[in-house]
T-cell receptor
Framework: SQTIHQWPATLVQPVGSPLSLECTVEGTSNPNLYWYRQAAGRGLQLLFYSVGIGQISSEVPQNLSASRPQDRQFILSSKKLLLSDSGFYLC???????????FGSGTRLTVV | DAKTTQPPSMDCAEGRAANLPCNHSTISGNEYVYWYRQIHSQGPQYIIHGLKNNETNEMASLIITEDRKSSTLILPHATLRDTAVYYCIVRVASHNTNAGKSTFGDGTTLTVKP
């Protein structure tokens, strides 16, 4: 099984509050892990990806950060949320040559 | 990763074949074509992928032109449950390199009508 667990499913947070979204994966070890954000009616924007423990690459400058403390754990964080951080956040994984992405069920974040 | 171009929306009658096009004219020789679909408020679901040969699985068929600059996803008998946003992406299929990352465009919204 290449299951991905994301929680919570929905989250409403005030501006300026901290954020921590966790993604845990099952299955093959040492997967590539990804955080995507999706604005309403739009495609997926890649935020961060990780090819191993402690290895994080950022795709776009932003108010968010990511960490990978364990092989199967990927965390998205913010110290102070902005209104523009609202969106649908998706965690994804893939392993091996030719492997497609497996996505989690996502977290819909609304910053108020 | 090469960019892709897809029509923003398409309609299809239930029971008929849905043919979704994708242009990827700048695709590199080592880049695969992947298709995903996203039903409202869910994570995208992998459908199929290919390098240069046509591919078929239980969900769909993928037709890639000989020059690999475009492809078509075919849902042979569309149902109402196939209504979704369909994304075409191209990427190098490598592990432990940054080449495995991809950006998804806005995709094609397919509406299957009864």
């Amino acid at each position: 099984s290449q299951t991905i667990h994301q929680w919570p499913a929905t989250l409403v947070q005030p501006v300026g509050s901290p954020l921590s979204l966790e993604c845990t994966v099952e299955g093959t070890s040492n997967p590539n892990l990804y955080w995507y954000r999706q604005a309403a009616g739009r495609g997926l924007q890649l935020l961060f990806y990780s090819v191993g423990i402690g290895q994080i690459s950022s795709e776009v400058p932003q108010n968010l950060s990511a960490s990978r403390p364990q092989d199967r754990q990927f965390i998205l964080s913010s110290k102070k949320l902005l209104l523009s951080d609202s969106g649908f956040y998706l965690c994804a994984r893939n392993v091996g040559r030719g492997d497609g992405y497996t996505f989690g069920s996502g977290t819909r974040l609304t910053v108020v | 990763d090469a960019k892709t171009t897809q029509p923003p929306s398409m309609d299809c009658a239930e029971g008929r074949a849905a043919n979704l096009p994708c242009n990827h004219s700048t695709i590199s020789g080592n880049e695969y074509v992947y298709w995903y679909r996203q039903i409202h408020s869910q994570g995208p679901q992998y459908i199929i992928h290919g390098l240069k040969n046509n591919e078929t699985n239980e969900m769909a068929s993928l037709i890639i032109t000989e020059d690999r600059k475009s492809s078509t996803l075919i849902l042979p008998h569309a149902t109402l449950r196939d209504t979704a946003v369909y994304y075409c992406i191209v990427r190098v299929a490598s592990h432990n390199t940054n080449a495995g990352k991809s950006t998804f465009g806005d995709g094609t919204t397919l509406t299957v009508k009864p």
